[in-house]
């Protein structure tokens, strides 16, 4: 028998309770015949339907209705053929195909993607680190010679303002009958004690300048943070902040490169100021933990950096100061720190305080 | 020592004649030049016991002076000063010969004691 697809068949018979046929069957044979339907059991007085799949793909429908008073079972069945059962399975399986290799080179190309693009980011980062880096030390350079040259016009003026105090000072000295001599005098000192006044500025000032060109040379820490402090020396006593300076005793000077220590002491100062409310206290501690380094730290009761803040504190562009701050200072006074050999840590609670440690080699490192 | 001759060689008239004047009284006689030539000049004519040059001149530098000076008159004591600073910085060195850098201001009795020590420094260097 020939069926197309999509076509339903159907037959009916009967056999007894044991599958023997007693009637032909279009689907199982003819009379006697052993059908391979299983008999479902105890189905006397019922009707019994029963659904399943073929291996082709279709489905079987099959009714038992017990004959009563015989043992003969009434059987219907019909199937129903799969139409386009095999272009559905190969259709489903394009489609299946055609799903995974999209998700997959999305996935592929969006990692790639994410890749590059996290590459990109970090080089024009580390780009413009080294930018900002570059620009600061040079505007530092700048900042410093400028200042040089002007403290050093300044302090040729002073010279002879000094110069012409002092002959004055001592023509009124020396000079018999000089009419009014103390007052002169007393004019006189104050004019000295002023030229000494500025020519310490400018001194400070000339210093800084010449050292920012410095390579290696021994620097005793206290005395350049305590230069660095004479520079903030104003904002202090107007803020009323409390300035501690601990020196331990036999602390050795180092060999390192003053111009950039003076540019991390002062980056690091200036942010205790800035985090300290007015009336404040910062406490500066430098001692010697072992032979090879000193450690400096700077501490300050100000507001404190939250947790989170604080992982972030020295990368570059992060800034807790809003628009005010680069958020390159503390970036660009670590990576000097690391230049010079050094590490720098720093431990904060908020409501307490900040505490920055930066321990550098006794001997410069490379 | 008083009666004492120097010779001072610093590009800032001002300054330098004022010093001239002020050593004059605390006992010392004192001649300026305003560039190294003229100091050589004066060198040749006169006779110094003492030479004080600024480390900045025109032409010639104050170093290149003092190298002329060295050669040409060994005995004659040397004391520089400078307006960059504290010239006692080790960031500047001094000359081979010369005895002290001073800072401008300058403190004129520091001066004066300077250069008698320079002179005593000198004699027992070379009896």
Not at chain 2, 77 to 82: L, R
């Amino acid at each position: 028998m020939s069926t197309k697809p999509g076509e339903l068949q159907t037959d009916a018979f009967i056999v007894n309770d044991c599958g023997i046929l007693q009637t032909v069957s279009t689907f199982y044979g003819t009379v006697l015949d052993s059908i391979d339907l299983t008999i479902p059991p105890h189905i006397r007085n019922r009707e019994i339907i029963s659904e399943q799949d073929q291996l082709n793909g279709g489905t079987m429908t099959t009714g038992f209705t017990y004959v009563e008073g015989s043992p003969f079972i009434l059987v219907a069945v019909s199937r129903h053929q799969a139409a386009f059962k095999h272009w559905f399975y190969q259709r489903a399986d394009v489609i299946w195909f055609l799903v995974a290799s999209i998700a997959g080179i999305l996935l592929v190309g969006s990692m790639r993607s994410r890749h590059i693009v996290n590459r990109l980011r970090e080089s024009d980062i580390r780009r413009a680190r080294i930018h900002h880096n570059l620009e600061y030390t040079n505007k530092m350079v700048t900042l410093g010679r400028l200042a040089a040259g002007v403290a050093h016009e300044i302090n040729n003026a002073l010279a002879i303002i000094n110069e012409k105090a002092g002959l004055v000072r001592d023509i009124a000295t020396h000079t018999e009958d000089f009419p009014r001599r103390d007052k002169i005098l007393g004019i006189v000192d104050s004019i000295t004690t002023s030229v000494d006044r500025c020519s310490r500025v400018t001194r400070r000032l000339l210093g800084f300048g010449r050292r920012m060109d410095a390579q290696k040379e021994r620097v005793d820490l206290a005395s350049l943070v305590n230069d660095v402090l004479e520079f903030q020396k104003t904002e202090a006593i107007y803020r009323r902040i409390q300035i501690d300076i601990d020196v331990a005793p036999d602390t050795q000077s180092i060999e390192s490169d003053r111009g950039q220590l003076q540019q991390v002491f002062l980056n690091l100062i200036s942010n205790a100021y800035a985090a300290v409310e007015d009336g404040g206290r910062i406490d500066i501690t430098i001692s010697q933990p072992n032979s090879n380094e000193v450690a400096v730290t700077i501490s300050d009761d100000g507001a404190g950096i939250p947790e989170n803040d604080l992982k972030s504190i020295f990368e570059p562009f992060f800034s807790t100061k809003g628009e005010a701050g680069t958020g390159l200072g503390l970036s660009i006074t670590r990576d000097l720190v690391e230049k010079l050999g050094g590490l720098i840590e720093v431990t904060s609670e908020v409501g307490k305080g900040t505490r920055f440690t930066v321990n550098l080699p006794v001997d410069k490192v490379g | 020592m008083n009666g004492l001759r120097a010779l001072l060689v610093d590009d800032e008239e001002e300054f330098v004649s004022t010093l001239v004047e002020w050593l004059d009284y605390r006992g010392v006689t004192a001649g300026y030049a305003i560039d190294g030539e003229k100091a050589l000049e004066m060198l040749q004519k006169a006779s110094y016991d003492v030479v004080v040059v600024d480390l900045k001149l025109p032409g010639m530098s104050g170093v290149e002076l003092v190298h002329i000076v060295r050669k040409a008159y060994p005995k004659l004591p040397i004391i520089m000063i400078t307006g960059r600073g504290s010239g006692r910085d080790q960031e500047y060195e001094k000359p081979e010969g010369v005895y002290d850098f001073l800072p401008k201001p300058i403190d004129i009795s520091e001066l004066v004691t300077k250069m008698k020590e320079a002179i005593e420094a000198n004699e027992h260097r070379q009896p």
